[in-house]
């Protein structure tokens, strides 16, 4: 199966069949010793980083409207070595988004905090994928949303209304998969709450709330693959919520 899903193109998603294989991912079986010295220095430049276990592809396809995979439980320091040698290594990345809409239908985005690798990016609350994201190896793409944007800004989504399918977008850099998440208060007011959460926080992962208003309200440091998505929304995105 390896890789075999249109890029640079936003796919309706039906279902998620990415399955958690329990042998090692062979980028990590095959590459220790680079590991260990990369992340010797990653962790010289961001003291703060936090050597746990996310997931990272060996094969992943479009089917029928469906996403079909495999993934492997790695160390992070194996996925930030991994992030320098995307190419030829046999491996992808594969992320979810809680595409958050206010009830103004604005969009609610998060800027990450300056000790993250991610520092100053604009992007939806949002993480890798980790074992406690999958239910008897199958991954569950909502309750990932749903935790990371907990985690990150305080807002629970598991009352709000959900869009009636995925939709993915996979380019060279990894594949994001989103669906919309409507709550009824307006940005302003989700934003505040956002930014009391983030103060009360001891050593928050965000710097605060980034509201986006219409397609053309990009601000500064949004990451690539977001700009697509927010066109996406603004037009329409193909679905009523």
Same mark, same amino acid.
């Given at each position: 199966m390896s890789f075999d899903l249109? !890029?640079?193109?936003?796919l309706p998603v039906d279902a998620v069949d990415v399955r958690l294989d329990p042998s090692p991912h062979p980028f990590e079986r @095959?590459?220790?010793p680079a590991i260990a010295e990369n992340w010797q220095r990653e962790m010289a430049a961001k003291p703060a980083l936090y050597d746990g276990t996310v997931v990272l592809l060996s094969a992943l396809a479009y089917r029928d409207s469906r996403l079909i995979g495999r993934c492997h439980a790695v160390r992070y320091s194996t996925f930030m070595l991994w992030r320098k040698n995307r190419e030829f290594s046999g491996a992808e990345h594969a992320y979810a988004h809680a595409v958050l809409v206010a009830g103004d239908n604005a969009l609610v985005a998060i800027r990450m905090g300056s000790h993250t690798v991610n520092a100053g990016r604009v992007y939806f609350a949002a993480g890798s994928f980790e074992p406690i @994201?999958?239910?008897d190896g199958l991954v569950d793409v909502d309750f990932n949303m749903i !935790? +990371?944007?907990g985690e990150e800004t305080g807002i629970d989504l598991s009352t709000a209304q959900r869009g009636r399918r995925y939709h993915a977008l996979s380019t060279p850099s990894g594949t994001v998969i989103f669906r919309r998440y409507r709550v009824a208060e307006p940005a302003e007011? #989700?934003?505040r709450r956002i930014s009391a959460f983030v103060a009360a926080e001891s +050593?928050? +992962? #965000? @710097?605060g709330p980034v509201v986006i208003r219409n397609a053309a309200d990009l601000p500064d440091g949004l990451m690539g693959h977001m700009k697509p998505l927010i066109e996406w929304h603004f037009a329409g995105g193909g679905e009523a919520v």
């Open positions: 249109p !890029r640079n193109v936003i @095959d590459n220790q @994201d999958f239910r !935790r +990371e944007v007011e #989700i934003s +050593e928050p +992962e #965000i @710097d």
